[in-house]
Structure formats: structure tokens, C-alpha cells
């Protein structure tokens, strides 16, 4: 049997639903290992979430720049690579990506068989000067000449991958689609509560962070006093959602989110960047007219005024929820249309397949 390494620093977020659902779906036919970093989002008990047979390993990757974090970090991972013996390392995210890389080739690896998931360049980060994104761009230039294909989790993260290196291929994140089934029958949720609302309601999941954009999520609801805002999440911008008709939920366990997005008569994205959301595929499968902002992954998955509305800013999302809000139609297209989308091209066991026959060099 196979062994798999899997190196992530992100493991949290969406990052940590991917890998849950990759992993747990791998353990039959490989023998799994997950070397991580703890995250404050991290789920204190992730062990429970996991298949018994995945082994873990726990190496402190920070996340910013200290050149002595990240040689230490960059030491024992490379220790841990070599006594782990793997058959394939695959690596989530720019850290794990740039110091997994290096570490796999310095150890003699066959670079054919490493691969790295980026799920949102960090070159693409808007909270960074342009001569910090170069700089992330150049990191990325760099780590790809050790070798290693660059996995992009949505169409457009795989056109960015082709201009950092020519070994790159397109596997679109996937949720499981069965599991949140399962959710809602053993919690005999209403899939239909969202009708019963006094208010309407309007809401997101995610990390309270500049990437998700809290500051334009406030602005819509304080435009839209009428409303009930929901953000299921925190972070370290809470404060920036200040407006009286927005409620933050904090983080809750996986049950409780789908029972809140149920209630949702609207889910919104306000990204100033992103890979391929698995939030806003669970918001789709659910059935949840969406509203995104034009980035990269949200542009990938829905088509402006197909399946949701693409925004632009506070006035095109301030027009697209007025004109869902009045078109009871359009709202039934959108709902039809996401769930199709999902069904038949984000769901697990497509991209699984795919995944497993990266692993054996297949082409697909």
C-alpha cells in the first residue's frame, strides 16, 4: 500500500473541510499521513473528524516571514519527510507549499510524485503592498523549480498556476454532497425554514478576516436596515461588523452551520480573494441564491445572473438582493442551478477520483 503525506500550516477553515473529505476517502487504498499546524480555528477535538488509520504529525509553521520560525520549521519537516518514507507528498497552502517542496527535493524525492495545493495564491493577498506580492509571486517562481505539480482547485487558480509553471493540472474542489444529506435527516432539519423567517435574512461563513472583506459585508447590511445579517464565523476583524442588524454566530460545529444556512434567504460572498470556496458550494447544494464578489473561484462557479449574481460593489449587491427579493423566479432558477452545478461537477467523488489518479500518474 501506498503512502501519502499530506503537509499542511493551514489546517482550518476550508483547507480543513478538503482534507477531511480527501483523506477520509483515501485510507482504503493508502496509507495516510497529515503533518500539521495548529491554527486558533482549528477545531480542538479535529481528531474526531478524521478516519482512525491517518496517522498525524504536528510541526509549528508560522505564518508570517521570520526567517528562524521558518528554518525551523523547514528542518524538522524535512526530518519528518525522511523518516516517514512517503510514496507521494502532497502539500495545502503557500507555507507547506514553499518549505514541502524544498524539503521533499533536498531529501532526493522524486519530484513526480509531489504535489501542492495552493487554495488562494498568497500573491493574490489585496491586504499586501505590490511589492509584497511580487515578492509572494517570486516565492512561488522559485519553489516551483524544485519541481512538483500545482494542483488549482477552480479554473481560474489553475490559469494563475500556468504562469508560475508548466506542470500544473485543474481539480475543482468537491463537498460531500451525501454527508450533507445525512446532516440534515439525522438533525430532521427543515430545508424549507428559511420561508418562515419574520425577517429576511442574509448571511456568510467564514474566517473574520481581510480576505473575506467584513468591511463591505457591514456596509451592505447597513444599507439594508430591513434585514437580519448573519456572519458564521470570527476572526480578528469582528469589529469591523458593527452595523445593529448584524449577528456574529462565533464558530460552531458542522451541524449547527448547515441549520443556519438553512435559515438564509440570501448567502453572500464579499472576497476580496479566494481559491474555490467550499462554503459557498455547501450554500449552493443547500439550495441558497448567491450572491458573490468577482474573484477568482467565485467567478468559476457562478455565472452572473445563471446560477447567482456576480458584484462588483456596494451597489451591485445592493441591486442584485432587491432584485432577488422581488423575482420569486429567478430565485427558483438560481436554487435549480446551483444544486445541478454541484451535483454534477463540485461533488466529492468526482474529485476524488481525479486525486487518485493524480497519485498514480494517470492523466484524466
Not at 493551514?10 to 478538503?18: E, K, L
Not at 445525512?182 to 435574512?201: A, F, G, H, T
Request: charged share 25%; net charge positive.
Amino acid at each position: 500500500m501506498k503512502k501519502i503525506v499530506h503537509v499542511v500550516e493551514s489546517f482550518a477553515g476550508g483547507v480543513y473541510s478538503f482534507l477531511t473529505d480527501l483523506t477520509n476517502s483515501l485510507t482504503d487504498n493508502f496509507e495516510v499521513v497529515i503533518v500539521y499546524s495548529l491554527r486558533e480555528q482549528t477545531p480542538r477535538d479535529f481528531r474526531k473528524d478524521f478516519d482512525t488509520k491517518i496517522k498525524f504529525v504536528k510541526i509549528d509553521m508560522c505564518r508570517g516571514l521570520n526567517p528562524h520560525d521558518n528554518f525551523k520549521a523547514f528542518f524538522k519537516l524535512k526530518k519528518v519527510l525522511k523518516d516517514e518514507k512517503p510514496d507521494i507528498i502532497h502539500m495545502h497552502s503557500s507555507k507547506a507549499g514553499f518549505l514541502g517542496r524544498i524539503a521533499s527535493y533536498m531529501n532526493g524525492f522524486d519530484m513526480n510524485n509531489a504535489f501542492y495545493n495552493p487554495h488562494g495564491f498568497s500573491f493574490l493577498q489585496q491586504n499586501e503592498s505590490k511589492i509584497k506580492r511580487f515578492f509572494f509571486y517570486s516565492l512561488e517562481k522559485f519553489a516551483s523549480m524544485f519541481g512538483g505539480c500545482i494542483v488549482g482547485c477552480s479554473k481560474g487558480e489553475y490559469e494563475k498556476a500556468l504562469k508560475i509553471s508548466t506542470y500544473c493540472v485543474n481539480i475543482n474542489n468537491g463537498i460531500d454532497i451525501k454527508k450533507i444529506d445525512n446532516m440534515i435527516v439525522e438533525n430532521n432539519l427543515d430545508k424549507e425554514v428559511y420561508k418562515k423567517n419574520k425577517r429576511i435574512i442574509i448571511g456568510t461563513v467564514g474566517r473574520i478576516c481581510y480576505q473575506k472583506n467584513p468591511s463591505l459585508f457591514n456596509e451592505i447590511a447597513k444599507s439594508l436596515p430591513q434585514y437580519d445579517f448573519i456572519w458564521i464565523g470570527d476572526g480578528e476583524l469582528k469589529y469591523e461588523l458593527s452595523s445593529q442588524n448584524i449577528k456574529v454566530t462565533g464558530w460552531i460545529n458542522r451541524n449547527e452551520v448547515v441549520a443556519e444556512v438553512l435559515k438564509f434567504n440570501i448567502f453572500i460572498m464579499t472576497s476580496l480573494w479566494e481559491g474555490l470556496p467550499i462554503a459557498l458550494l455547501e450554500a449552493m447544494y443547500l439550495g441558497r441564491p448567491v450572491i458573490v464578489s468577482n474573484v477568482i473561484g467565485n467567478r468559476d462557479v457562478i455565472q452572473n445572473e445563471t446560477n447567482g449574481y456576480v458584484a462588483q460593489d456596494l451597489r451591485s449587491y445592493y441591486k442584485s438582493i432587491n432584485e432577488l427579493m422581488i423575482n420569486k423566479e429567478t430565485r427558483r432558477i438560481f436554487k435549480q442551478k446551483s444544486i445541478e452545478n454541484v451535483v454534477n461537477k463540485y461533488n466529492k467523488s468526482n474529485m476524488i477520483k481525479k486525486y487518485e489518479k493524480l497519485y498514480q500518474n494517470i492523466s484524466f
